[in-house]
């Protein structure tokens, strides 16, 4: 504010000043004879900008179709079929939920790098039972047991066929796609968004021992407030104990290639020790 008046001050004085030496001056200086016009070249407006198109960083090579795809609404069957072919029918039914497949997908995909993800639009089957926790009171601690409950699911992990995976997920892009546009991102890609999920969930710390844990009236949260801080993803990941996320990374580094077409990223052990939490 003390700029801003100084400013005005400026100016009012020097507007003063100015009509002060017009009055002082208008009787001793001789009147300039009126300017000559001088002819101005024609101004040429420069065109419009064209509208960019949104960066894309990590193009999808998009497989043809042996047949048109259906819509987003109506390609559960389609999907299914190809999925369950990957994964076995058994394994399928007890961790899927075909319904509205796509949009599920695209919306847990999402949502697992912030802070929330609702349970409403996974894909998958929540991992029945509640939370294993072992302790009381001031040293309450995930139990090791709880990673049991992911077993079928890192089973699942094994052994899907990446390659096969990325194949599919190639023919079925232009659907993910569209998906990821009606969630609302008219500008935004699909594949873009899959890597940045991926290197988020990589990017979990792996934990040698099982962490603290406070009670926040029926719900647990990590002791650790890094550890609190982390994305729903990462907090998924620590979850399932560090041999399974191990195991799931293995696989994202693989995915994350195939969907990049560059080198598999190193593993986090390599970059850094594995923490410990006390």
Do not use: C
Request: no cysteine.
């Amino acid at each position: 504010m003390k700029k801003v008046i100084g400013l005005l001050v400026i100016v009012a004085v020097a507007v003063a000043g100015y009509f002060w030496w017009q009055h002082n001056m208008r009787e001793t200086v001789e009147p300039l004879p009126p300017p000559v016009a001088v002819e101005q070249p024609p101004v040429v407006e420069a065109p419009p900008a064209a509208p960019q198109e949104p960066l894309i960083q990590h193009p999808i090579e998009e497989a043809p179709a042996e047949q048109p795809l259906p819509a987003i609404d109506d390609s559960d069957r389609q999907l299914t079929q190809a999925l369950q072919a990957l994964t076995g029918s058994e394994l399928w039914r007890f961790i899927f939920l075909p319904d509205r497949l796509v949009r599920h997908i695209v919306a847990t995909v999402d949502n697992l790098p912030r802070q929330e993800v609702s349970t409403k639009v996974w894909p998958v089957r929540p991992a029945g039972s509640w939370l294993q926790v072992e302790g009381s009171g001031g040293d309450l601690h995930l139990s090791p047991s709880n990673a049991q409950r992911y077993e079928r699911y890192v089973e699942l992990v094994q052994r899907v066929d990446t390659a096969k995976l990325v194949a599919i997920y190639k023919q079925f892009y232009p659907l993910f796609q569209r998906a990821y546009v009606e969630l609302g991102y008219p500008d935004g890609y699909f594949n873009d968004r899959l890597v940045v999920t991926i290197d988020d969930l990589l990017a979990a710390p792996e934990l040698e021992e099982p962490p603290q844990l406070v009670q926040n009236k029926v719900l647990y949260q990590y002791a650790d407030p890094d550890l609190e801080s982390r994305s729903a993803g990462q907090k998924i990941m620590m979850r399932i104990g560090v041999t399974n996320e191990r195991i799931v990374k293995k696989k994202l580094r693989a995915l994350r290639a195939a969907v990049t077409n560059m080198p598999p990223q190193p593993k986090s052990s390599e970059l850094a020790p594995p923490q410990a939490v006390h």
